[in-house]
């Protein structure tokens, strides 16, 4: 490993601040890389694995999970390009045979739907249907059963099924598999010659990280590690922290001396980070992108999570920057989340304000308190101090309905800010932006939080 004193500056504390965030929460590896003023900067800290560890450097493979997302809608719009897709073009006119639960939204749903997390029915499901040609076909089928939570085009909830559909799209399209695509569209145009696939033999050759989970002191590997085959377009990704500068200078339109040509136009990736939904807290969502703002920049970003990996990237163009972050734990989530703060401070001086907290009374809280549940997550809401604490309720069904829950998360206190507007106060929610929905009758419907709309189920007994 690179000695920290030898790196640029304003790299080198970025890296000394990770490093130490690692081993107070004991992170066993991770990888960062960094675009800025035309130079890429990248490391590689602590081991791949702690039952074989083999020393991370900016070359190995890490699983970089919903970043895969961009990379879908990425050669979505390059079929907009080539006038093969229309993105408000009923999804039915491409998929014939397609069926939703809901007749109305079936006849509706469009690209721009799926692309923006604005579907509407249950956004979390994971199944391994092998790893034949027809693995995501067979996944389609069977989302035609999940119900429809909110009505099409309503309400912004994140959800991973809208991207099985989307990669469906692209294998119609293209008539190849979703793999092949993105390879001939992205990574072979721009020389991403370190990202790959699940199955893929080619990882049997490169150093690649497996996850890990955190139970108290201890710290186990996440089995399984593969995700299966159906879901590579919501999150299958194996990349390294050079291959996604790669990408991320192809985003801010720098060129690159691996791209033989860039798979989109300038205005083509400008499109791409147009307002089109408001997503709470988390900012607004353009096609694939997160947009926030700090101190006068625009910036874009997605995260990535699978079993015991977390992964953050994040570009500025405006300033011609790029960062990204991937690490090997569930924990890393905590680094991942504040990965852009610490960026922004180190980089450009600026700090990302957190809002002043209001603390209601019992009485007050007692409305919200309750359960909120989703197949894959649900937690109930209890009153506290002026504030409501989130007990985890763990659940499986991830990567197929049949995996056991991950560990349950610790109690984390939220705190109202504005009215049905919520932030965390604890790791591993510290500074999560939660919001209350309502129906028409003014009650308590949904909590999103962590991107997805949560039903309100019932009161819980308090003893």
Not at 12 to 22: A, D, G, K, N, Y
Not at 323 to 339: H, K, M, P, W
């Amino acid at each position: 490993m690179i000695p920290l004193e030898v790196l640029e500056a304003n790299f080198q504390r970025l890296c000394e601040r990770i490093q130490s965030e690692m081993k107070r929460l004991k992170v066993p590896g991770a990888a960062v890389g960094v675009y800025h003023e035309g130079q890429e900067h990248t490391l590689g800290l602590g081991r791949t694995s702690v039952e074989n560890p083999l020393r991370v450097t900016s070359e190995t493979l890490f699983q970089i999970g919903s970043i895969t997302k961009t990379f879908t809608g990425t050669v979505l719009m390059r079929l907009v390009e080539e006038g093969r897709l229309d993105l408000d073009t009923p999804l039915r006119k491409i998929l014939p045979k397609f069926k939703m639960a809901d007749p109305d939204v079936e006849k509706r749903v469009t690209t721009r739907h799926l692309l923006t997390h604005t579907g509407g029915w249950q956004g979390d499901y994971f199944d391994d249907f092998g790893n034949g040609d027809d693995a995501l076909q067979k996944m389609v089928k069977r989302i035609r059963k999940l119900p429809q939570i909110t009505p099409l085009g309503s309400c912004w909830s994140y959800c991973n099924t809208g991207f099985n559909l989307a990669g469906r799209v692209i294998e119609v399209l293209t008539e190849r598999p979703y793999e092949q695509a993105i390879r001939d569209y992205l990574f072979a145009p721009l020389g991403m010659h370190q990202s790959f696939f699940y199955p893929d033999d080619a990882i049997l050759t490169h150093r690649f990280v497996v996850g890990h989970w955190k139970t108290g002191k201890r710290v186990t590997v996440a089995r399984p590690w593969a995700i299966g085959r159906a879901g590579n377009p919501v999150g299958g990704a194996l990349s390294t922290v050079r291959d996604l500068l790669i990408y991320a200078r192809f985003q801010l339109g720098a060129s690159t001396e691996t791209a033989t040509q860039p798979p989109l136009r300038r205005e083509t990736l400008e499109a791409m980070r147009v307002e089109q939904a408001d997503a709470g807290g988390r900012g607004k969502m353009g096609l694939t992108w997160f947009i926030r703002q700090a101190g006068g920049l625009q910036i874009y970003s997605h995260g990535g999570a699978t079993r015991g990996q977390q992964a953050a990237f994040h570009f500025i163009p405006q300033k011609n920057f790029a960062a990204v972050l991937l690490t090997n734990s569930e924990t890393g989530g905590i680094l991942t989340d504040s990965f852009l703060a610490w960026t922004l401070e180190t980089y450009f001086d600026l700090t990302l304000p957190l809002p002043q907290t209001l603390p209601k009374s019992e009485d007050e809280l007692t409305e919200y308190v309750g359960r909120y549940d989703l197949p894959l997550s649900a937690f109930d809401l209890l009153p506290g101090d002026g504030v409501l604490i989130k007990k985890d309720i763990p659940r499986g069904g991830f990567p197929t309905p049949q995996s056991p829950p991950a560990p349950p998360e610790p109690d984390v206190r939220l705190a109202f800010y504005d009215t049905d507007r919520v932030i965390g106060l604890d790791e591993p929610r510290k500074g999560a932006f939660g919001e209350f929905l309502r129906d028409e009758n003014g009650k308590v419907r949904f909590l999103r939080l962590g991107g997805r709309l949560h039903p309100k189920l019932e009161s819980i007994l308090m003893t």
